[in-house]
């Protein structure tokens, strides 16, 4: 579905990514972690096209309007009410205004969001809102979704019941996703495929991991099988080595004036 090839980029004079690789399988969650700044987000912009690498090539199997998106900011447009959000997109794609209200109600449904259609997002919980983006990114069936820290801003609970339901839609489509997270148990239990970026400046693929936790899967059941533990030890190690060879080399020790 899709191939990065060393992909390097930088801002101005600063570099940020040099040779990263990674592929994402049709059907399969694939997963992006890394230490914070390494370049994460900017490989998932480069991905989108609306970031231009110096070197490298993405090879997209679909179009980009395939694509769908979610980040961390929900971009609900705040006069509107959720039916209408959700709605919006399949209308810019061509769907009568009827059918597209129709659909946007039976996502939100999906979502656990019946009985909300005509509020407006200042009238939604922050999980709620959250929700509805899901609702609207997924109700285009997009070929490839793509997710940056998409529930960062969600407290622990309402995380869970999110991502346990993203969990089952993921499965039950047959979804294929990239998902940027700096959460090593949630890239854990949803995804096939792990892979690791390193420290930046210069960041590349060090290491990706295979998830062998039988699907479908459930989030707690996820979590006790033997190959979670390991896994996560393995990711943890390998995450620590990356960032401590970094700390160690730009953190000078504090010197007394005398
Ligand atoms: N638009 C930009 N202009 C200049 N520098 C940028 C820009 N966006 C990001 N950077 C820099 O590029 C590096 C990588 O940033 P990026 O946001 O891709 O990291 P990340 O891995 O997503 O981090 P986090 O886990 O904190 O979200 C950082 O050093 C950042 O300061
Ligand atoms: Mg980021």
Not at 91 to 113: D, Y
Not at 178 to 206: F, K, W
């Amino acid at each position: 579905m899709l191939r990065v090839s060393k992909v390097t980029l930088s801002y101005g004079a600063e570099p940020v990514l040099e040779g990263a690789s990674l592929k994402v399988e049709k059907g399969q969650f694939t997963s992006l972690v890394g230490p914070s700044g390494s370049g994460k987000s900017s490989l998932l912009r480069v991905i989108m096209g609306l970031q231009r690498p110096e070197a490298g090539i993405i090879d997209l199997s679909a179009g980009r309007e395939e694509v769908g998106i979610l980040f961390q900011d929900d971009a609900l447009l705040p006069w509107r009410t959720a039916r209408e959000n959700v709605a919006l997109g399949l209308r810019a794609r061509g769907t009568p205004k009827t059918k597209a209200g129709q659909e946007a109600t039976s996502w939100l449904w999906r979502m656990g969001l019946a009985g909300f259609e005509e509020r407006y997002p200042r009238e939604l919980s922050g999980g709620q809102r959250k929700r509805v983006a899901l609702a609207q990114v997924l109700a285009l069936r997009p070929s490839l979704l793509l997710m940056d820290e998409p529930f960062a801003s969600l407290d622990a609970i309402v995380r869970h019941r999110i991502t346990q339901d993203l969990l089952r839609w993921v499965e039950h489509e047959k979804l294929t996703v990239l998902l940027v997270t700096h959460d090593l148990e949630e890239a854990l239990v949803l995804s096939d495929t792990v892979y690791l970026l390193s420290q930046g400046p210069r960041a590349s693929v060090r290491e990706c991991y295979h998830v062998p936790i039988p699907r479908p899967r459930d989030l707690v059941q996820a979590r006790a099988h033997p190959a979670f533990a390991s896994l996560l030890g393995r990711l943890w190690q390998d995450l620590s080595d990356e960032v401590g060879e970094q700390h160690a080399a730009t953190v000078q020790p504090l010197r007394r004036e005398a």
